[in-house]
């Protein structure tokens, strides 16, 4: 009895496209008919690995394609799992497996574009409506108590299912052609189609009465590099993930000892994850013997390498009672010790002799490298020469440095390895850490990217020079490096008593948000900069805690002072001709929060915005020594209870009109 069911309204619209739009590459149809077959017989490959209870269990696992060129039909059999009727539904008529509403709203940016976006929405059984003017699908399941059904449809707006007559295992597609499209019961045609685009598939593919199949059968990865076109590593990459934008890079290994195993690995074109590619999580699609046992297998390399797509095959893989895993044998520990030794080695050679390459997967990949480097000490020695880093060197931004670059040029007596960790290039580069260093002519590593601070718990040094951050306490750079020609300074240092009594001032009016107040050594155009007491590598785990949204306190540090600045000269001398409380207060918070803005780890910039507003009219507002900023109403706040997080110690009431006349008076 046939039972008649409606298409969903998106899936109609599919159809209509399909149908009504002219595709000039419309042979793609069969090249997505034909995977479809070979998942399902990779299926029932991998369920007779301990299931016997099958239809047909010696049959063999094997496409066919029969053509009629009278009747205008073109069938594409396989003998894999098979559907029975609700699979079938689920299938073939349900949006969420099918992907066709977002494939339509692809359709329409892009029309053209149909051959190669065809499969990354999972519509691929829909592209045979591009010829089709009807299309059956006959199907039996592998479950011997299953029933066969048959489902029909002419592209319309609705879809028949009926009990059908079918001895053997498995799908048959039978694809009645449309009256223009007799090219497609021509047996050279189909010949043709599928060894440009299936040739690669591992089951055999049989085309009319052949009894040798059409295809080479063997699977890409089990063929000799040497006999494979650039064009099929690509077809085959683009096949496995729907990524038609390519890939950067494939490593193809064959190896016969100590195990005998072969590999095609791939190194994505692009970070950002495809939301319409098949492979939905990490991991290599694992073979033993030709049999793929794991969609998804993460013990085969590191999880600092999980970005890489591809197939790894092993002759020697020994299978578990359990289909679902594979025993933990030394075989699987072998394995991943040598295709990851491998990746590696390609990586190098490639940082090495095509810089320009492999900075180009740096920058997509750098950061699973960089927490390889962190998490993986094993492995250091082979991450660390593909770290490279932005340096101030000749601070321009386009430029990427090795570890070992920067240690030839390491300056006169320098045996430490200096960086800086900023949000960015732009606001690293104007750091005030970088004075001295830019003086002296010393060489800093810019670590910017999210993962860098935590760089320092992983690498804390390199080749016997330890890494030392810009912003530590403990610098001492009076023997490292050439002081060039020192510029005219405008002001000598302040007399120490009297930088005595600015250092007691800003420890009052900072008081728990600052560990102290000192002189500096190192600043030489800054006022001011905040330097790190704790030497510990995880001193910025605070950045990590903020860039996983987790919960933070801000490191209370040192802040130190130039006593050369024009700015010290000017704050200490309003401090001791007793100048107003309220902007000696201001002018203190100011300098401190702009060296947290200069860290990047002010958590609100914008609060500062009123007492900027105050000092740029107090500093504008008369040309003699009484500024009007006094006639503002300014409250300065008792130190907050969590000293870390309130860091905005000055309180601005709103300027009411009468300060304002007075002001202007």
Request: glycine share 6%; charged share 30%; hydrophobic share 40%.
């Given at each position: 009895?046939?039972?008649?069911?409606?298409?969903?309204?998106?899936?109609q619209?599919?159809?209509?496209?399909?149908?009504?739009?002219?595709?000039?590459e419309?042979?793609?149809?069969?090249?997505e008919?034909?995977?479809?077959?070979?998942?399902?017989?990779?299926?029932?490959?991998?369920?007779?690995?301990t299931?016997d209870?099958?239809?047909?269990?010696?049959?063999?696992?094997?496409?066919r394609?029969?053509?009629?060129e009278?009747?205008?039909?073109?069938?594409?059999?396989?003998?894999?799992?098979?559907?029975?009727r609700?699979?079938?539904i689920?299938?073939l008529?349900?949006?969420?497996?099918?992907?066709?509403?977002?494939?339509i709203?692809?359709m329409r940016?892009?029309?053209e574009s149909?051959a190669?976006?065809?499969?990354q929405?999972?519509?691929?059984?829909?592209?045979?409506?591009?010829?089709?003017?009807?299309?059956?699908?006959?199907?039996?399941?592998?479950?011997?108590?299953?029933?066969p059904?048959?489902?029909?449809?002419?592209?319309?707006?609705?879809?028949?299912?009926?009990?059908?007559?079918?001895?053997?295992?498995?799908?048959?597609?039978?694809?009645?052609l449309?009256d223009?499209?007799?090219?497609?019961?021509?047996?050279?045609?189909?010949?043709?189609?599928i060894?440009?685009?299936?040739?690669?598939?591992?089951?055999?593919?049989?085309?009319?009465?052949?009894?040798?199949?059409?295809?080479?059968?063997?699977a890409?990865?089990?063929r000799?590099?040497?006999?494979?076109?650039?064009?099929?590593?690509d077809?085959?990459y683009?096949?496995?993930?729907?990524?038609?934008?390519?890939?950067?890079?494939h490593?193809?290994i064959r190896?016969?000892?100590?195990?005998?195993?072969?590999?095609?690995?791939?190194?994505?074109?692009?970070?950002?994850?495809?939301?319409?590619?098949?492979?939905?999580?990490?991991?290599?699609?694992?073979y033993?013997?030709?049999v793929?046992?794991?969609?998804?297998?993460?013990?085969?390399?590191?999880?600092?390498?999980?970005?890489?797509?591809?197939?790894?095959?092993?002759?020697?893989?020994?299978?578990?009672?359990?289909?679902?895993?594979?025993?933990?044998?030394?075989?699987?520990?072998?394995?991943?010790?040598?295709?990851?030794?491998?990746?590696?080695?390609?990586?190098?050679?490639?940082?090495?002799?095509?810089?320009?390459?492999?900075?180009r997967?740096?920058?997509?990949?750098?950061?699973?490298l960089?927490?390889?480097?962190?998490?993986?000490?094993?492995?250091?020695?082979?991450?660390?020469p593909?770290?490279?880093?932005?340096?101030?060197?000749?601070?321009?931004?386009?430029?990427?440095?090795?570890?070992?670059e920067?240690?030839?040029?390491?300056?006169?007596?320098?045996?430490?390895?200096?960086y800086?960790?900023?949000?960015?290039?732009?606001?690293?580069?104007?750091?005030?850490?970088?004075?001295?260093?830019?003086?002296?002519?010393i060489e800093?590593?810019?670590?910017?990217?999210?993962?860098?601070?935590?760089?320092?718990?992983?690498?804390?040094?390199?080749?016997?020079?330890?890494?030392?951050?810009?912003d530590s306490?403990?610098?001492?750079?009076?023997?490292?490096?050439?002081?060039?020609?020192?510029?005219?300074?405008?002001?000598?240092?302040?007399?120490?008593?009297?930088?005595?009594?600015?250092?007691?001032?800003v420890?009052a009016?900072?008081?728990?948000r600052?560990?102290?107040?000192?002189?500096s050594?190192?600043?030489?155009?800054?006022p001011?900069r905040?330097?790190?007491?704790?030497?510990?590598?995880?001193?910025?785990?605070?950045?990590?805690?903020?860039l996983?949204?987790?919960?933070y306190?801000?490191?209370?540090k040192?802040?130190?002072?130039?006593?050369?600045?024009?700015?010290?000269?000017?704050?200490?001398?309003?401090i001791?001709?007793?100048?107003?409380?309220?902007?000696?207060?201001?002018?203190?918070e100011?300098?401190?929060?702009?060296?947290?803005?200069?860290d990047?780890?002010?958590?609100?910039?914008?609060?500062?915005?009123?007492?900027?507003?105050?000092?740029?009219?107090?500093?504008?507002?008369?040309?003699?020594?009484?500024?009007?900023?006094?006639?503002?109403?300014?409250?300065?706040?008792?130190?907050?209870?969590?000293?870390?997080?309130?860091?905005?110690?000055?309180?601005?009431?709103?300027?009411?009109?009468?300060?304002?006349?007075?002001?202007e008076?």
């Open positions: 009895m046939s039972e008649q069911h409606s298409f969903q309204a998106e899936t619209q599919l159809l209509n496209i399909l149908i009504h739009s002219l595709y000039t419309k042979e793609i149809f069969l090249r008919l034909i995977s479809n077959a070979s998942d399902a017989l990779n299926r029932l490959q991998f369920e007779m690995l299931n209870d099958v239809v047909d269990a010696g049959a063999e696992l094997a496409l394609i029969a053509l009629d009278e009747a205008k039909t073109l069938t594409i059999s396989d003998s894999g799992i098979g559907m029975n609700d699979e079938i689920a299938g008529g349900t949006i969420a497996k099918s992907g066709a509403k977002a494939f709203e692809a940016e892009k029309p149909a190669d976006i065809i499969g929405f999972g519509v691929g059984f829909y592209s045979a409506f591009m010829v089709a003017k009807q299309v059956d699908v006959i199907s039996r399941s592998f479950r011997p108590e299953d029933e059904v048959k489902w029909s449809a002419t592209g319309g707006t609705s879809y028949t299912l009926e009990n059908a007559d079918k001895e053997s295992r498995g799908t048959d597609v039978v694809i009645h449309k223009d499209e007799e090219e497609f019961t021509r047996s050279f045609r189909i010949k043709d189609i060894r440009r685009h299936s040739d690669y598939v591992a089951f055999p593919i049989y085309v009319g009465d052949d009894e040798e199949p059409t295809n080479k059968q063997q890409i990865w089990r000799s590099p040497s006999e494979i076109e650039d064009e099929e590593y077809s085959f683009k096949m496995l993930t729907m990524d038609f934008a390519g890939a950067s890079h490593i193809h190896a016969d000892v100590p195990m005998q195993f072969y590999a095609l690995l791939y190194v994505p074109g692009s970070g950002q994850q495809n939301m319409f590619s098949p492979r939905k999580e990490p991991g290599l699609k694992l033993a013997r030709k793929l046992i794991e969609e998804y297998n993460r013990e085969l390399l590191p999880e600092y390498l999980s970005f890489v797509q591809g197939v790894v095959d092993s002759e020697d893989l020994p299978l578990s009672v359990s289909r679902e895993s594979i025993q933990a044998t030394r075989v699987m520990a072998s394995l991943k010790k040598t295709i990851t030794r491998r990746m590696l080695s390609e990586l190098k050679r490639m940082a090495k002799n095509d810089r320009e390459k492999y900075l997967i740096y920058e997509e990949f750098g950061a699973y960089k927490q390889g480097l962190v998490i993986d000490s094993e492995d250091r020695g082979d991450l660390e593909l770290m490279f880093f932005q340096t101030t060197h000749d601070d321009d931004p386009s430029k990427y440095y090795s570890l070992d920067y240690v030839e040029r390491m300056s006169e007596n320098q045996d430490d390895i200096y800086v960790v900023a949000d960015d290039y732009s606001s690293g580069s104007r750091s005030p850490h970088l004075d001295a260093f830019r003086q002296r002519g800093v590593l810019y670590f910017t990217h999210p993962v860098d601070a935590m760089l320092p718990m992983g690498m804390t040094d390199f080749k016997g020079h330890k890494l030392v951050s810009v306490a403990e610098l001492d750079l009076a023997d490292v490096g050439e002081v060039g020609e020192e510029e005219e300074r405008i002001e000598a240092p302040l007399e120490s008593d009297t930088f005595a009594a600015l250092q007691a001032r420890k009016t900072l008081g728990g600052v560990s102290d107040v000192r002189e050594r190192t600043l030489v155009g800054s001011a905040l330097v790190s007491e704790d030497g510990s590598a995880n001193r910025y785990m605070f950045r990590i805690n903020r996983l949204d987790k919960d306190e801000l490191p209370v040192a802040l130190e002072l130039n006593p050369r600045h024009p700015l010290m000269h000017n704050l200490s001398g309003l001791s001709n007793g100048g107003d409380e309220a902007l000696v207060a201001a002018v203190v100011q300098v401190f929060e702009t060296a947290l803005l200069q990047g780890i002010h958590p609100d910039p914008s609060s500062m915005a009123d007492r900027l507003t105050l000092l740029m009219q107090a500093a504008t507002g008369s040309a003699s020594a009484d500024l009007p900023f006094a006639e503002v109403k300014t409250v300065i706040s008792e130190p907050a209870a969590d000293a870390q997080m309130d860091l905005d110690g000055i309180v601005l009431d709103p300027v009411d009109e009468d300060n304002v006349e007075k002001a008076e």
